[in-house]
């Protein structure tokens, strides 16, 4: 079974840091890209980053200023998100996501909820 | 990159059919066949429902169709059944490489 699972999320205060994890299976995780796809309370989705297989090219979503850093451990089948200077409204759940081919993500994980707030 | 537009919410009856539209820019939707779509049930992750503009993946019901045209996408959902009610958002890959999601949709089942 394709599966993604994402851990790391938790209650930080603004301006503080968190490390988000994915760990992928059933799949040759070494072959595909990746994304991160935040959603706030209540609100829409939101795309905040992309890897390609080999971690030589990454892209992030203009409004997180340089803070966020996404990388890839393929002999761990692991993706990570590196989230630096948080803000409070940076707080969503946070999903990981397999770009099958460009434009399109499947599956997702089930999730991280990031709270940033003193 | 500003989200691509959707209506807040649709309404039908079980049976009917409803189409939710997505629009974007020549810069998103109508530069690439790259759009998905994802139904989000509440409280669970999203579910691939569409890709490349109108093709299904393996065991999603024929109830679901998509279409483009220009900087518009469609979803059509067929034959409106309770399970389709939840939140509907369409995704596109962007000229600058980067994906924009639209603003989401909320399906109510009357």
């Known amino acids: 079974e394709v599966q993604l699972v994402e851990s790391g999320g938790g209650l930080v205060k603004p301006g503080g840091s968190l490390r988000l994890s994915c760990v992928a299976s059933g799949f040759t995780f070494s072959t595909y890209r990746m994304v991160w796809v935040r959603q706030a309370p209540g609100k829409g989705l939101e795309w905040v980053s992309s890897i390609n297989s080999r971690s030589t090219s990454t892209y992030y979503v203009d409004s997180l200023e340089g803070r966020f850093t996404m990388s890839r451990d393929n002999a761990k089948n692991s993706l990570y998100l590196q989230m630096n200077s948080l803000r409070v409204d940076d707080t969503a759940i946070y999903y990981c996501a397999r770009e099958v081919r460009l434009g399109w993500f499947d599956p997702w994980g089930q999730g991280t909820l990031v709270t940033v707030s003193s | 990159q500003s989200a691509l537009t959707q209506p807040a919410s649709l309404s039908g009856s079980p049976g009917q059919s409803i189409t939710i539209s997505c629009i974007g820019s020549s810069s998103d939707v109508g530069a690439y066949n790259y759009v998905s779509w994802y139904r989000q049930h509440p409280g669970k992750a999203p579910q691939l429902m569409i890709y490349?503009?109108?093709n299904r993946p393996s065991g999603i019901s024929n109830r679901f169709s998509g279409s483009k045209s220009g900087n518009t996408a469609s979803l059509t959902i067929s034959g409106l059944q309770a399970e389709d009610e939840a939140d509907y958002y369409c995704s596109s890959y962007t000229s600058s490489s980067h994906y924009v999601f639209g603003t989401g949709t909320a399906v109510i089942v009357l």
């Open positions: 490349d503009v109108s």
